[in-house]
């Protein structure tokens, strides 16, 4: 099991980007190979610093790590991101973006080897009852795809791009420069080719040379029942181009779920405020109540005082991973005062008063006499 990323660092959950970068640095210069030859504990300790490092310096893989844990940038997992193989990290390279190009590639990996595409996220408003019960909806998107006309090469039709006379198709170029450690050999991308190993003589004239356009596409999304506001569906291949014949990169679309006028949701458990009126209370009866199927018969039990609650088990929002487990329905129930009587129900409420006694008010007898034991 991969190790807690904050813990490889040795640094808080909350720390800051500054902290991180710094944590980073004193790590890297401790296990970087160019100072341990040979060592391959070291290696694996710094391929293992430089890992955390690619994660928690940018803020979405950061972000998906904090919410889904090593699941959320795993490949093959819900976030789609990867470990150090996925991001094709390049020893030497990141740790001379840190310190200035002081040191030495420490991988022989080849920078313009197959790269994975660029994620994108969507934001998609939800109805409270559409992210309760899913549906099906037409999202466009825009994005950069590759040219239909060169198919992505970025060379005219009919030609080819070629091998870079700089690097021999390497995308990367090696010089001794002298350090704080002395003298040592740094990679860098090639000048010439900007790192793809190979150089176009006649550009396409659609996407002029680039390999990819601008366009928009129309996808069909299944949305689960159950999503709240926060969680990601992801949807695999539907991210932007890789380079070098890498695979497309995932989309991921964000849920925000609107409030509802009389229902409220933690997790899959629905919540909502029954008005019931003073005569029901007292005397209890059959009542309809309102769930997010519908209105139900309710039998609400004699006595009923405000704030009292009642579950109806199965009645909430279902699971969006097993439709077939759903949450629970609270009922709280609160006593409508009536407001505007005439002179005649005035009476009738007088006279019904004047016959009650402190057995028929419990809580209002104790209360009482509480008081008096505290005056004695």
Do not use: W
């Amino acid at each position: 099991m991969a190790r807690d990323y904050y813990e490889v660092l040795g640094v808080d959950k909350n720390a800051s980007d500054d902290e991180i970068k710094k944590a980073f640095r004193q790590q890297a210069k401790k296990y970087h190979p160019d100072l341990h030859p040979g060592d391959k504990d070291a290696e694996a300790k710094f391929k293992e610093i430089n890992e955390a490092y690619s994660i928690l310096s940018d803020p979405d893989k950061k972000s998906k790590y904090d919410r889904f844990g090593h699941a959320g940038v795993d490949q093959n997992g819900f976030g789609g991101g990867g470990g150090y193989g996925a991001y094709d990290v390049d020893l030497g390279d990141i740790f001379s973006s840190i310190f200035g190009g002081g040191f030495g590639g420490g991988s022989s990996r080849r920078r313009n080897g197959p790269q994975k595409g660029s994620d994108l996220k969507y934001n998609m408003s939800l109805e409270f009852m559409e992210a309760a019960f899913g549906l099906e909806r037409d999202i466009q998107i825009t994005k950069e795809d590759l040219c239909k006309a060169c198919n992505g090469s970025g060379a005219q039709p009919g030609t080819t791009p070629e091998t870079c006379p700089t690097c021999r198709g390497a995308g990367r170029v090696q010089q001794q420069t002298q350090t704080l450690f002395g003298m040592t050999m740094v990679t860098k991308t090639c000048p010439t080719c900007s790192g793809r190993g190979t150089v176009i003589k006649t550009p396409c004239t659609q996407c002029r040379g680039r390999g990819r356009l601008k366009t928009s596409k129309t996808l069909h999304i299944k949305i689960p029942a159950g999503v709240d506001t926060g969680d990601l569906l992801p949807i695999k291949g539907e991210g932007e181009p890789g380079t070098n014949g890498g695979p497309y990169g995932d989309l991921y679309i964000e849920f925000r779920v609107r409030s509802h006028d009389v229902f409220r949701r933690e997790g899959t458990n629905t919540f909502c405020d029954v008005p019931i009126t003073y005569a029901q209370a007292a005397l209890g009866g059959e009542i309809e109540v309102p769930t997010i199927y519908g209105k139900e018969k309710f039998v609400l039990k004699e006595g009923t005082q405000p704030g009292d609650t009642s579950v109806l088990r199965g009645r909430g929002i279902p699971n969006k991973t097993n439709p077939n487990m759903k949450g629970d329905h609270t009922l709280k129930f609160y006593i409508e005062v009536p407001t505007g009587l005439s002179r005649e129900q005035k009476q009738l409420l007088t006279q019904f008063n004047n016959t009650l006694t402190d057995r028929n008010y419990t809580k209002r007898s104790q209360f009482f006499q509480k008081i008096r034991n505290i005056f004695k």
